[in-house]
């Protein structure tokens, strides 16, 4: 099963404008972790929040960690053409041997 | 530095045959995965391993068994290949436990 689950599925917007992707996950987790990939290929880790952490910035990334409604929310502020890509989230369910990963987010950004 | 180098990138099997993927790394990471990808359905997990000599399940091992002979090499088999074996598989690295993962650019395995 799915620990995280990411919303939207989809999402299209336009270049300059803000994307949110949100992910809602089960159980109590010590990090959550955000992850890309582009069409094609492997993915690439973007950033980690720790449990004890609320919010933490990279360059045009701000994720936030919600640990009582046990969300997160990865915004990209204004996004590029070259931010298309899916976006996912993941959870060390199991406290320490492995991440468990949501279905993703499918993110267009429009010239 | 290579980083996640996985062979081959495409094969194509037909039912009941036999294959072996590979995964290199040149990291010197204790942690390495191996987990599958289905549209919809994000990865998910089929067999990781915290260090040479060591392997174990993950959320889907059926199908599947894996070796870790040495530290730089994780190989995923595939006895006898089902159609549901079917998808694009990814093998990652860490250098611990649930920190950041490295990962390689995909093996795609269609099985007819």
């Known amino acids: 099963s799915q620990q995280g689950e990411e919303d939207p599925q989809a999402l299209s917007i336009q270049e300059g404008e803000n994307a949110t992707m949100n992910c809602s996950y089960k159980t109590s987790i010590n990090n959550l972790q955000w992850y890309r990939q582009n069409s094609g290929r492997g993915l690439v880790h973007l950033i980690l929040?720790?449990?004890?952490?609320r919010e933490k910035h990279s360059g045009r990334l701000r994720v936030t960690l919600d640990t009582s409604k046990k969300s997160s929310s990865l915004l990209i502020t204004a996004s590029r053409a070259a931010d298309t890509a899916s976006y996912f989230c993941?959870?060390?369910?199991?406290?320490?041997?492995?991440?468990?990963f949501g279905g993703g987010t499918r993110l267009m950004v429009k010239p | 530095n290579a980083g996640v180098t996985q062979t081959p990138k495409f094969r194509v099997l037909k039912t009941g045959q036999s294959m072996t993927l590979l995964c290199a790394q040149d990291m010197n990471h204790e942690y390495m995965y191996w987990y599958r990808q289905d549209p919809g359905m994000g990865l998910r997990l089929i067999h990781y391993?915290?260090?040479?000599?060591?392997?174990a399940k993950g959320e889907v091992p059926d199908g599947y068994n894996v070796s870790r002979l040495k530290k730089q090499n994780f190989l995923l088999g595939l006895e006898s290949a089902a159609p549901s074996q079917t998808s694009v598989y990814f093998c990652?690295?860490?250098?611990?436990?649930?920190?950041?993962?490295?990962f390689g650019e995909g093996s795609r395995l269609t099985v007819l």
């Open positions: 993941a959870t060390d369910l199991y406290a320490g041997n492995m991440l468990t």
């Open positions: 929040i720790r449990s004890n952490e």
């Open positions: 990652a690295t860490d250098y611990g436990p649930t920190g950041e993962l490295f």
């Open positions: 391993s915290v260090g040479e000599g060591t392997t």
